[in-house]
């Protein structure tokens, strides 16, 4: 008799991200992610106590996602923030699922967006700060407050269809609202 397949955590996490990147997280229940992992709903509930759980861990696992995406984009824009708003706007085009997941949804993160997008010990928004040349810290942060809500409607009309800028038009318009943002004095 052949011996049977020992289900892991790990494959029970991949099957989950997976179908949430494909679907969404309320694709992830224990019918679906059994399918996708090839087993039964037991081994899940082996490694998780309840759904809840193993939905947290898509979020995690989807945080982590972006947070590698953002390391392998290009950083190449001497206007600060800039690469950084591309990322995220390439990434609701691109995996809009885990984008919805992790910045549109309601679900619980166990840090905010700005947390989130500073990239906890990477440091991604403190580093662009840093690059906001002839200013106050404190305007610093309010330039980017400012140039993340441009950032985040971008990033919206991307994810209804409504952004009709290639890439190159996104770059040129993200830095000409930085400029307008850093210009305008309070």
């Not at 996602?65 to 085009?93: C, H, M, Q, W």
């Not at 993160?109 to 997008?117: D, G, K, L, M, N």
Request: proline letters at 3%; one cysteine or more; glycine letters at 4%.
């Amino acid at each position: 008799m052949a011996r049977k397949q020992s289900i892991t955590k790990e494959m029970i996490q991949k099957a989950a991200l997976d179908l949430a990147h494909e679907e969404g997280l309320e694709a992830v229940t224990a019918r679906r992610v059994a399918a996708c992992a090839n087993c039964s709903t037991q081994p899940i509930f082996r490694a998780y106590e309840n759904m809840e759980d193993l939905q947290a861990d898509v979020i995690k696992m989807a945080g982590e996602f972006f947070a590698d995406y953002y390391e392998k984009s290009p950083k190449d824009s001497p206007t600060p923030f800039v690469d950084l708003g591309i990322a995220y706007i390439n990434f609701a085009r691109e995996h809009e699922n885990l984008f919805r997941i992790l910045f549109v949804s309601r679900y619980k993160r166990q840090v905010s967006t700005y947390e989130f997008i500073n990239g906890s010990d990477k440091m991604y928004v403190l580093k662009e700060l840093k690059r906001v040349e002839g200013v106050t810290p404190q305007r610093a942060g309010e330039i980017f407050s400012l140039f993340w809500t441009f950032v985040n409607g971008l990033a919206a009309m991307s994810l209804n269809g409504d952004l009709d800028m290639n890439e190159d038009e996104v770059r040129a318009s993200l830095a000409q609202a930085f400029e307008a943002l850093r210009s305008y004095s309070v």
